[in-house]
């Protein structure tokens, strides 16, 4: 036997047929593919976002035509035409009574707010902060600038209605039958994920109505008691102040910030008296909300905390905009039923793989 060393030759890349270059061309293909995904999401963010709200409002839909299914024994089509035709007299109905005096307390409610502004920063200049009126308006600005670049579709009048009628007509489409579209997206599936993806699809459908029927009714329960408890307590602009309190109850934590803010400053150009009794009214008005409403019908269904809800619409609202923050909490929802849904897989996995005896 000589003393030779015999040299081993190692498979190089232009051999695809090694079980090595696989398992790495495996490997690479899967984080461009990720990073892929992570593009077009990038790219795509505001047609998704689109898609997502249609979701939502089918989310709705369907809600009331199952509740409406409950003492009304007729077709699914009827009932959802119902719901449509009744959400848009309303709609029709308080704007025809009170567009006129609403617009005009719209435009008196922001000289207020300009006007308590700019008193809030001469006080904060005579105690000595250095705080002026325009840096008020500066945090502002800055603050709604930073919400985001996908919202330029949806930056204008024009573009705020189109996105609408878009995420209405769709929303419409999939509520009129949606397990058309839910057998359609899982005959993209492979056969054996379809049971699990249908199990998931019914627990977000479930999660997802439940929570948009608590938020519903905090919306109605938040502006009707601030309109009705602002009224009776002389406070100005009090249908105005109940309008936008019902709206940003949509926005679970911010949302009532902005409209604490909006009848507190609006209560105190009023006078002192009026100011704390707006205060209390705000007060009341929350509490009831949040310790019979919330608890009651949405946090059941989720059971979301409120810092994970104030953390995803602080960071969806720097990345997608007013969308964003508007859907932040249904997108977490449905993660969380999704990462519950896969838990409960794997767990059962394991229970059963347990369950197998062990043969010698």
């Known amino acids: 036997m ?42 795509l963010a505001q047609p998704l976002l689109l898609i997502m709200g249609a979701l939502v409002l089918t989310t709705m839909m369907d809600g009331g035509t199952r509740l409406l299914g409950r003492i009304l024994p007729i077709g699914r089509g009827w009932r959802l035409a119902i719901v449509l035709v009744a959400a848009l007299a309303f709609l029709v109905y308080t704007f025809y009574l009170t567009g006129s005096s609403l617009a005009t307390q719209a435009q008196a409610m922001r000289t207020i707010v300009e006007t308590q502004v700019n008193r809030i920063g001469g006080w904060l200049q005579q105690m000595g902060v250095t705080t002026t009126p325009e840096d008020f ?23 705020a209605i189109t996105s609408g009628v878009m995420m209405l007509v769709l929303a419409i489409f999939i509520a009129i039958e949606p397990k058309l579209y839910e057998r359609g997206v899982a005959w993209m599936l492979p056969m054996d994920k379809r049971n699990h993806f249908y199990a998931v699809a019914d627990r977000m459908g479930w999660t997802l109505r439940r929570l948009m029927f608590g938020r ?20 100005p602009m009090a249908g105005l102040l109940g309008i936008l309190t019902g709206l940003f109850a949509f926005l679970p934590n911010i949302g009532s ?23 209390g009214v705000y007060l009341v008005v929350q509490i009831v909300d949040g310790y019979l409403i919330v608890p009651m019908v949405a946090k059941r269904a989720t059971d979301l905390a409120p810092a994970l809800v104030l953390a995803a619409q602080i960071l969806f609202g720097a990345l997608f905009g007013i969308m964003g923050l508007f859907l932040a909490d249904p997108i977490v929802a449905m993660v969380k039923v999704w990462l519950e849904e896969r838990a409960k897989t794997l767990e059962a996995r394991v229970e059963s793989a347990a369950a197998v005896p062990v043969t010698a």
């Open 2 to 43: 000589s003393g030779k060393q015999v040299h081993i030759e190692q498979p190089g890349p232009s051999e695809l047929h090694s079980p090595l270059i696989q398992h790495e061309v495996r490997r690479a293909g899967v984080w461009f593919a990720l990073g892929i995904a992570v593009a077009l999401v990038v790219l």
């Open 216 to 235: 519903l009714i905090g919306m109605a329960v938040e502006g009707v008691g601030t309109w009705l408890l602002l009224w009776a307590g002389g406070v």
């Open 257 to 279: 910030i902005i409209s604490g803010v909006l009848i507190v400053l609006v209560g105190f150009s009023a006078g002192p008296h009026a100011g704390l009794y707006a205060f």
């Open 137 to 159: 308006k500066s945090l502002a600005s800055q603050a709604m600038n930073s919400l985001g670049r996908v919202t330029a579709a949806v930056g204008t009048a024009v573009g």
